[in-house]
């Protein structure tokens, strides 16, 4: 079992950059393959962008891709994602998931087991 912690968001203008967290607890988490999704007020949870256990393979949604980056830092049992030239529409809860499976990527939220609790991201126009 894993528990995850997002950290990091906050309100940026248009064009601007954050960096999100996911920490993770347990000496598992290098088993896992991880991903971001995000939620705005009245849609549905939507895929983000996703890494494999080992960190070498990331996918994208067509929305963020260029924009954004996904990495890991399996020493330290963190996910990151780094949002440049950040536009109104990205504004959401962000949140990291976990799901230990030697398919990749998964893309849809049902596909994950486990979830942390969100960290809101705020893009001012």
């Known amino acids: 079992q894993v528990q995850l912690v997002e950290s990091g968001g906050g309100l940026v203008q248009t064009g601007g950059s954050l960096r999100l967290s996911c920490a993770a607890s347990?000496?598992?988490?290098?088993?896992?393959?991880m991903g971001w999704f995000r939620q705005a007020p009245g849609k549905e949870r939507e895929f983000v962008a996703a890494?494999?256990?080992?960190?070498?393979?990331?996918y994208y949604a067509d929305s963020v891709r260029g924009r954004f980056s996904i990495s890991r830092d399996n020493a330290k049992s963190t996910m990151y994602l780094q949002m440049n030239s950040l536009k109104p529409e990205d504004t959401a809860v962000y949140y990291c998931?976990?799901?230990?499976?030697?398919?990749?990527?998964?893309?849809?939220?049902?596909?994950?087991?486990?979830w942390g609790q969100g960290t809101q991201v705020t893009v001012s126009s």
């Open positions: 998931a976990a799901k230990r499976s030697v398919l990749f990527p998964q893309r849809a939220a049902r596909e994950y087991d486990y």
């Open positions: 347990g000496r598992t988490f290098s088993s896992y393959n």
């Open positions: 890494i494999n256990w080992r960190g070498g393979t990331t």
